[in-house]
């Protein structure tokens, strides 16, 4: 073919392209496409978009007057690409992925300042190279085969991915845990019918329509999230099996498009931001009790309601990241201690401003506004733990009595009340609306009990068991440290095991958090926050002396922690007569 010379340019051959293209300086860096296959490089005056090719002024020009281009978007110099590089024919084409935003276009583009791949319309639009770094893909695609980024977003999509299960797997425990609160709560009521049967099978009927109402409402609220969550993980699952295999293929150009989209649903699944997205959509997941209403038994001549079906929100364990820091403490030692050291072994935070401790024989009010102790009531037997129980209510463990002491408080002044006598040496206590659960040391056992120490449960396996030590509650659990097994064992309140929680050292005091994870006092001067199915566990407080009890407050975002066995200060105090106070945020 003869090949004609157009004035003032130079006739290049085609085979030297890629050799003047990366050394020559004299040669115009980008250049129009369409005439160099004639061996003539020309300037390039604008680019197409739909073409994805540079041209010079006169087939820009003419582009804009052929009837097959006149529609095409052309960008002009200062928009246009400013490199061009010599790639081949099947990586600068094969463009398989539309853009989501213009569908009959194909991704060819990638912004880097604000990291999103493009299409032609995208960059004209949107993304003009005077104030974007906007890359042609394959210009960069290559450097992607087997790259650390590689690597690191396989990590990621298989870090996203457990999360994501594990998410997953957390739904399906709270479904079946307030279905199961749902079937007690109705056999509860069942039994509590019996007595006046005559009488109740239209109050049955409305028990029985608001169980299933409730019931079909925990699963719609929960849908939504387990599918939302089998969809990332599905997605996530597709895009790690297309990445592979397009990087064994040495596709680079729909590798690292495919790569941008799975970063883009990891970002969309990000732990710090957009876990707490999905779990306030307002997703409450409810347990449920029957509590009966008692004065019926004695006027069943009057039409009274038998009860409510009471439910409490169930939160899915929030386990994001905490930050810890000191803020102070408060000294807890009295004029009345004679000179030795405190002893606390038990706390309860009945209100905000009022922390309950036992120490040694006392047990003290302490006003954390004022950082003080307000109020002292001295024991024959020592109150090992204390328990608070509604309102102004306490129950304290006495320790050699083999009893429960129940107190009330009021005026910076407690009151002893009645007495609960059990059968073993009991240890520690937590009180949940009308049972209390206490911990025995000889026998190791646990044993769930009414108010008036009717025994419901006993959890007596010394395979389970070797020394419980303190106790905390919910609607749904409960959870047992024991000293010598070196763990925290969940159980539900009729007295069935579920998961454990191995802490690596000898757990002592135990406090639940309102969204329903337990912090626990751990030997090795650590404080744990564990999952609410003791599946798992983190350091929130690191770096104590001898952590024996603690305390958490919701409204101040507050743990409230004694020592216990600590070595003398110079001022003659130890650690023991302080509570120190830290500060967790997320």
Not at 80 to 98: A, D, G, H, R, Y
Not at 246 to 257: E, K, V, W
């Amino acid at each position: 073919m003869e090949v004609m010379d157009v004035p003032g340019k130079n006739a290049i051959r085609r085979d030297s392209l890629a050799t003047i293209a990366l050394g020559s300086e004299e040669d115009p860096r980008v250049y129009c496409q369409p005439c160099d296959p004639d061996g003539s490089r020309l300037p390039a005056y604008g680019y197409c978009t739909n073409c994805s090719e540079h041209l010079c002024e006169t087939c820009y020009t003419l582009h804009r007057k052929h009837k097959l281009s006149r529609d095409h978007t052309l960008l002009d110099k200062s928009s246009m690409p400013q490199i061009l590089s010599p790639v081949t024919p099947t990586q600068s084409e094969n463009f398989t992925k539309p853009c989501p935003t213009h569908n009959m276009e194909m991704i060819k583009f990638y912004c880097h300042d604000h990291k999103t791949l493009l299409c032609s319309v995208c960059v004209t639009l949107d993304h003009k190279l005077a104030s974007c770094q906007v890359k042609y893909i394959p210009d960069i695609s290559d450097t992607f085969i087997n790259s650390t980024e590689y690597q690191d977003i396989l990590k990621r999509i298989n870090d996203v991915s457990e999360i994501s299960n594990k998410t997953l797997q957390d739904t399906k425990k709270m479904i079946e845990n307030s279905d199961e609160s749902l079937t007690r709560a109705l056999e509860d009521f069942m039994k509590f019918r019996t007595k006046f049967d005559q009488r109740l099978n239209e109050l049955e009927r409305q028990v029985k329509e608001a169980v299933e109402v409730n019931q079909e409402d925990n699963k719609k609220k929960l849908t939504k999230l387990e599918t939302k969550c089998k969809d990332v993980s599905k997605s996530l699952k597709s895009s790690s099996g297309a990445i592979q295999r397009l990087n064994r293929s040495t596709q680079a150009n729909d590798m690292f498009i495919e790569m941008k989209h799975a970063e883009e649903i990891i970002k969309d699944f990000q732990y710090q931001r957009t876990m707490a997205t999905l779990y306030d959509q307002n997703i409450e997941v409810k347990d449920y009790n029957f509590e009966p209403n008692e004065v019926i038994s004695y006027l069943l001549d009057e039409e009274f309601s038998l009860g409510t079906l009471q439910s409490e929100t169930l939160i899915i364990p929030d386990m994001k990241p905490r930050q810890s820091s000191y803020m102070d403490k408060i000294c807890v030692l009295t004029s009345n201690a004679k000179g030795r050291v405190c002893c606390i072994q038990g706390m309860t935070l009945p209100y905000p401003n009022t922390l309950i401790l036992t120490d040694d024989y006392v047990l003290k009010m302490v006003d954390i506004k004022t950082q003080s102790v307000i109020a002292e009531h001295f024991f024959q037997y020592t109150p090992l733990d204390v328990a608070s129980v509604a309102h102004n209510r306490l129950a304290v463990v006495l320790l050699g009595n083999e009893s429960i002491q129940f107190m009330s408080f009021a005026s910076k002044k407690f009151k002893m009340n009645h007495t609960v006598k059990v059968d073993g040496q009991c240890c520690g206590i937590s009180c949940h609306r009308n049972q209390m659960v206490v911990t025995f040391q000889d026998p190791p056992k646990v044993q769930i009990l009414q108010m008036n120490g009717t025994v419901l449960h006993t959890i007596e396996d010394r395979s389970i068991f070797k020394s419980p030590m303190f106790v905390t509650t919910c609607d749904s659990s409960v959870y047992v440290s024991d000293y010598i097994m070196e763990t925290v064992t969940r159980f539900n309140w009729k007295g069935e095991m579920g998961d454990r929680y191995a802490c690596r050292d000898k757990p002592y005091g135990l406090t639940m958090s309102e969204n329903g994870t337990v912090f626990a006092c751990v030997g090795n001067g650590t404080i744990i926050e564990i999952s609410g199915d003791c599946t798992r566990g983190r350091v929130v407080v690191q770096d104590l002396e001898c952590p024996s009890s603690v305390c958490w407050s919701e409204e101040r975002s507050t743990l409230y922690v004694s020592s216990m066995g600590c070595n003398s200060q110079d001022d003659g105090t130890t650690e023991d007569d302080f509570i120190s106070m830290f500060k967790l945020t997320k």
